[in-house]
């Protein structure tokens, strides 16, 4: 017998005499799970039934007598002589949920199919799992007794121990029990978290407390409720599920195909390799299996139904150890030179071994990626109200973490999604402030991103119920356009086709090539990578001249029409200080009117070249009062979208979204349909059914459980104010005259598209609210845009010669 066997059979014995004490001297078996010692109960009767059988040594025979006694008496200490201290009301474990499935497991997975070997297994199975009722009840009464909590640890460290003396028996004995190994893994892993509170806490003398409700990644506290983010878990899960099932087929499969051709040297550990890894599989189908069903129950803001989630997830987590345990094993037994198995038969194997560590593998990435980091903190993010009431140090630092983590969080989120885009010092600045205001919009909603998309799309659904209803003659005629010139329209357009061109080019290569794909590689190759003449300032990283050999492709222009270029990538209002003091300090500006006195000055950008291009023309207006700009598409945050209509979107997300009784998946699932294929908006019904409209103005209380506390802008929306008192925020809107391009109509076939455009002058206040629709980015796209533009003016030409031509044939007659 080795030293670490010898030494885990007494922390064993330890573990029961202190329990066994414990209730003795405090005459109280307050805070034991009495569930849990029947079980144990009936693990040793099983396993020691050889008693009457067989001899192997007196230590043996006493050791096993002891363990049975001790755990009868404690069994009777608990139910018969102290029942009155015992805490039935939360040791509520169902432990029919732990006999019966290791039952059936041991009669499906042994050494020699006979009674006393069946019911050893049976003992090996369940002692990895009997202690599940007493951490169930430390849980859920949220601490537990120093001497109870010893207990556990000299349990959990007799498992321990033997571990390492089956990894001592194997290098020197040669000696290996699979079903053994498997089961005291499990058991070990079921410690690990007692494990560490009892090194921080009760080896510092503090008291071992649990909170009563684990915390989870995306768990949100309010006030006594614990609103939780679970709905999220439905379709990631259906894909596991999915990939599972189909692996664990694919696998039953290859285990019937070679059943009998292990029957080699090596070939029981391959057979018991692909065994037990169907095992591992079947149990990680029926925990997703229930997480998949959990999260579908419920909405978005009633997780009530979801509650049990958190145990579920951390069931699955569970298992992530012995499956990756078992890849391990696999790997070292398929790679073992001593196997003498037939080759198809190592083949196939090995190719299980690899596919499990792919999944594996692109399990954790996905866990990776999904783990939210903020978790609990959400509760702490940037609560103004909250923070009135800190004064101490220490708060403050807590609060300035939790803010410096939430803009770290949304910066990486960024990043992710423009990952294309050069990480340079210019754009890591750009990241970090599109951050810090994600963080501010979103610092007092609790909205996951999934849960913004259902919004998005109810709204959109909204919209388009709102746009099909018939409109009164009066409404129509309110909201009528402005009665400018035909002609001038026509005017305005042909000049913003033509301009467009130069705001398209400003996206130098990257444009080129996405409007270009197959041509613009061999054409820039050839003009781009010769010496450009030097007549012109050029600033900025330009490589092997591919932005401005794009430019020139795309414009037409040659090299002489251009007096200085700038490649330099800054914020909108620091791009156009930047520029104004290059064209009017360096007189840039008044060389290009020395030089051509006769043309006039244009000032054109798209997006956020539109942006900068507004504010650049109202600094120069002053100097130049005869200039134009054409800002195409400006930006939504710059001139005419105000922190008000911005706090109205989200006022209206959250109050779609928490007053919508469908489970989110429905809402994902019908919406994606309705953005891809159309058909009529679903009318989902909501808890706001039935209620008359004086309730519809009052705050919900699912609107306010979404809603950590209330911005002052959000405040005013929803107050109405006095008639002559100022608003809070002014309202900001378009400069200049607005041209409105809609997508009139469009008939789509395989190979081809037909879409056509309708513009009009429109007013400024047209554009105060935000509008959702599913091409809001392709919409914004520079190509497309100018795709409208250039339609528009087409179709006017050939109707112009349509008509020059009628007139002419009517002439003839």
């Given amino acids: 017998m080795n030293i670490f066997r010898l030494t885990g059979d007494l922390s064993h014995l330890a573990a029961i005499i202190i329990l066994l004490l414990k209730i003795w001297k405090t005459r109280s078996c307050a805070g034991i799970s009495g569930k849990s010692q029947l079980l144990f109960a009936l693990v040793f009767t099983t396993r020691y039934l050889d008693l009457f059988t067989s001899f192997i040594s007196l230590y043996n025979t006493s050791m096993k007598l002891i363990y049975v006694a001790c ?3 404690t069994v009777y200490l608990i139910y018969m002589k102290f029942k009155a201290t015992y805490d039935g009301n939360h040791d509520t474990f169902r432990v029919e949920f732990l006999v019966v499935p290791v039952g059936g497991l041991s009669f499906l997975v042994n050494h020699d199919f006979s009674p006393l070997e069946i019911l050893w297994t049976f003992s090996i199975y369940l002692e990895s799992v009997a202690i599940l009722p007493q951490l169930f009840m430390i849980s859920k009464t949220g601490e537990a007794e120093t001497i109870t909590t010893h207990y556990l640890f000299f349990l959990g460290l007799y498992r321990a121990l033997y571990l390492i003396n089956w990894i001592w028996r194997y290098y020197f004995e040669g000696f290996f029990d699979l079903i053994a190994v498997v089961a005291g893994v499990v058991q070990t892993i079921l410690y690990c978290d007692f494990f560490y509170l009892y090194v921080t806490k009760v080896l510092k003398g503090k008291k071992l407390s649990l909170p009563a409700v684990p915390k989870m990644p995306g768990m949100v506290m309010f006030g006594r409720r614990w609103a939780i983010a679970s709905d999220d878990f439905v379709f990631p899960g259906a894909f596991e599920l999915f990939i599972r099932m189909i692996w664990w087929i694919g696998i039953l499969v290859l285990y019937s195909i070679h059943k009998g051709r292990f029957n080699c040297t090596g070939g029981g550990l391959l057979h018991s390799y692909l065994l037990v890894l169907l095992i591992l599989l079947a149990a990680i189908i029926c925990a997703v299996s229930a997480i998949v069903y959990i999260s579908m129950q419920g909405t978005i803001s009633n997780p009530g139904p979801r ?16 499956e990756l345990v078992w890849a391990v094993v696999g790997a070292i037994w398929v790679s073992d ?3 003498r198995c037939e080759r198809t038969v190592v083949n196939a194997v090995f190719g299980t071994v690899v596919a499990s560590w792919v999944i594996i593998i692109f399990t954790i990435v996905a866990v990776v990626i999904v783990f939210d980091p903020l978790g609990g903190k959400k509760t702490l993010y940037l609560a103004d109200d909250i923070n009135r009431n800190l004064e101490s140090s220490q708060s403050g630092q807590l609060f300035y973490n939790v803010k410096k983590t939430a803009t770290r969080v949304w910066e990486t989120r960024i990043r992710l999604l423009c990952c294309c885009i050069v990480q340079d010092d210019d754009h890591r600045v750009a990241f970090t402030s599109i951050a810090e205001l994600f963080r501010i919009y979103f610092s007092d909603t609790d909205m996951v991103p999934t849960d913004i998309a259902a919004g998005l799309t109810l709204l959109h659904q909204e919209q388009d119920k709102v746009e099909n209803c018939p409109k009164d003659p009066e409404e129509v005629l309110c909201h009528s356009s402005l009665s400018h010139v035909t002609d001038d329209l026509d ?3 042909e000049n913003a086709a033509h301009y467009m061109q130069f705001a398209a080019a400003a996206y130098g290569w990257p444009y080129y090539i996405y409007t270009n794909p197959f041509t613009a590689l061999c054409k ?6 010769r010496n450009s003449p ?7 990283s330009d490589r092997l001249n591919f932005h401005f050999g794009s430019i020139l492709k795309i414009t037409g222009l040659q090299y002489r029409d251009f007096i200085h270029i700038s490649f330099h990538n800054k914020g909108i209002t620091q791009a156009a200080n930047y520029i104004y003091r290059r064209l009017i300090n360096d007189g840039i500006l008044n060389h290009a009117f020395t030089i051509a006195p006769e043309y006039k000055l244009v000032i054109v950008g798209h997006s956020l070249g539109g942006g900068t291009a507004s504010v650049l023309a109202i600094m120069l207006r002053n100097s130049f009062p005869t200039l134009r700009c054409y800002a195409f598409s400006p930006p939504g945050g710059l001139l005419r979208l105000s922190m008000p209509s911005m706090e109205d979107l989200k006022r209206r997300l959250v109050r779609i979204v928490a007053n919508c009784n469908r489970p989110k998946y429905q809402i994902l699932l019908y919406g994606c349909w309705y953005e891809v294929f159309g058909g009529d908006p679903d009318n989902f019904p909501t808890e706001l059914d039935g209620r008359n409209q004086d309730a519809l103005t009052q705050p919900l209380l699912a609107e ?3 809603m950590m506390h209330r911005s002052p802008s959000y405040n005013a929306l929803e107050d109405e104010s006095p008639l002559n008192s100022p608003p809070r925020y002014p309202h900001l809107y378009l400069p200049g005259k607005i041209i409105h391009i809609v997508e009139e109509a469009s008939s789509r076939r395989w190979c081809s598209s037909d879409v056509k455009y309708t513009a009009r002058w429109s007013k400024e206040t047209a554009f105060s609210n935000i509008l959702i629709s599913p091409k809001m980015i392709t919409d914004h796209m520079p190509d497309v845009v100018l795709k409208a533009l250039n339609s528009l003016t087409e179709e006017k030409a050939s109707c112009i010669t349509c008509q020059i031509e009628g007139d002419f044939h009517t002439n003839i007659v």
């Fill in 71 to 73: 755990s009868y008496a």
């Fill in 307 to 322: 509650k049990s989630l958190p145990k579920l997830l951390y069931t699955r987590l569970g298992l992530y150890i012995p």
């Fill in 337 to 339: 030179t001593d196997v």
């Fill in 491 to 493: 005017v305005e357009l």
């Fill in 524 to 529: 820039l190759n050839g003009d781009c990578c």
């Fill in 534 to 540: 030097t007549d012109f300032d050029m600033i900025g």
């Fill in 704 to 706: 306010q459980s979404l």
